[in-house]
């Protein structure tokens, strides 16, 4: 069960991967790959819940949280930089 969830979310993954490729547009990449961070977060975690290693969960959380915190922190930077 938990394998047929994990390749539909390998699967859905590739819609950003897409979305980020076809782009031109600045927030529109990073939006797509947010989701593909977000996406590739969880699927780590599925795969601790499977193999029942949180330290690898642990990680997938670390990932989560600042790696949406460093998207933001760009955004910013790049808001910043249009303004100047």
């Given at each position: ?10 699967l859905?993954l590739?819609?950003p ?10 927030w529109?990449?990073?939006?797509a ?8 977060s969880?699927?780590i ?9 949180w330290?690898i969960g642990?990680?997938?959380?670390i ?14 930077v790049?808001?910043?930089?249009g303004?100047?």
């Amino acid at each position: 069960m938990t394998n047929t969830i994990l390749i539909a979310a390998i699967l859905a993954l590739l819609i950003p991967i897409y979305k980020a490729c076809a782009e031109e547009d600045v927030w529109q990449k990073m939006l797509a790959l947010s989701s593909v961070s977000s996406k590739v977060s969880i699927a780590i975690l599925l795969v601790s819940v499977q193999r029942d290693d949180w330290s690898i969960g642990v990680v997938a959380v670390i990932v989560l949280s600042v790696g949406n915190a460093g998207l933001m922190l760009l955004a910013n930077v790049l808001k910043r930089m249009g303004e100047a």
